[in-house]
């Protein structure tokens, strides 16, 4: 069974430091997608990571994938306050076949303050 | 262009009723997928559908049934509701995944309560 583990799972951080989301994922992945939800909203597609040492960054976001040691980061530099959410990420295992599906982490509660 | 859609966005249901939640999508997706997502837990993979006429379950499928008749429609019913699938529903559909990035596109959810 794939587990998606990331950690932290709740995060208060100062605005303008920067700080890394962990995503570690149990069994062999050709790519991972981050997502971030504002609370009652949807997901919005953040980073598509589709091979190992891919870096993609997006603003004050940047997000990594190395595939040998099943992680991929999420660093978030000198945050503001709207990056305030939860961040999710989520892996589609190889062996899933042809429909792709996603499994997701649990989720990472950002709050950035003042 | 209106991507994603769900229909209710809100409801509540009585335990033992029944009902069905319609998702939309206008992007000529292949591949459409239903997620439950509960307090303090990522999303969870109900059942998904790789084209028109075909469905199959995902990590969570009891309680659930799919039928996508139309390529442009998934829908999801609850035959007979109970409590644990008090939870918001989430639609999401995509390219097959032989195109490069294979990104899934969210609805914007249904927030059910089964009381």
């Known amino acids: 069974e794939l587990k998606v583990e990331q950690n932290p799972l709740f995060l208060s951080m100062q605005e303008g430091k920067n700080y890394t989301i962990y995503c570690n994922y149990s069994t062999t992945s050709d790519r991972l997608y981050w997502y971030r939800q504002d609370p009652g909203k949807s997901l919005e597609s953040l980073f598509v990571?589709?091979?190992?040492?891919a870096v993609k960054q997006e603003g004050r976001l940047m997000a990594s994938l190395d595939t040998k040691a099943r992680l991929s980061t999420l660093h978030i530099t000198a945050a503001v306050h709207d990056l305030s959410a939860t961040y999710f990420c989520a892996v589609v295992p190889i062996s899933s076949g042809s429909a792709r599906q996603l499994t997701f982490g649990s989720g990472t509660q950002l709050t950035v303050l003042p | 262009n209106a991507g994603v859609t769900q229909t209710p966005k809100f409801r509540v249901l009585k335990t033992g009723q029944s009902m069905t939640l319609l998702c939309a999508q206008d992007?000529?997706?292949?591949?459409m997928y239903w997620y439950r997502q509960d307090p303090g837990m990522g999303l969870r993979l109900i059942h998904y559908?790789?084209?028109?006429?075909?469905?199959a379950k995902g990590e969570v499928p009891d309680g659930y049934n799919v039928s996508r008749l139309k390529k442009q429609n998934f829908l999801l019913g609850l035959e007979s509701a109970a409590p644990s699938q008090t939870s918001v529903y989430f639609c999401?559909?995509?390219?097959?995944?032989?195109?490069?990035?294979?990104?899934?596109?969210f609805g914007p959810g249904t927030r059910l309560t089964v009381t």
């Open positions: 992007m000529n997706h292949e591949y």
């Open positions: 990571l589709l091979s190992n040492g």
């Open positions: 999401a559909s995509s390219y097959r995944f032989d195109r490069e990035v294979n990104e899934q596109y």
């Open positions: 559908s790789v084209g028109e006429g075909t469905t």
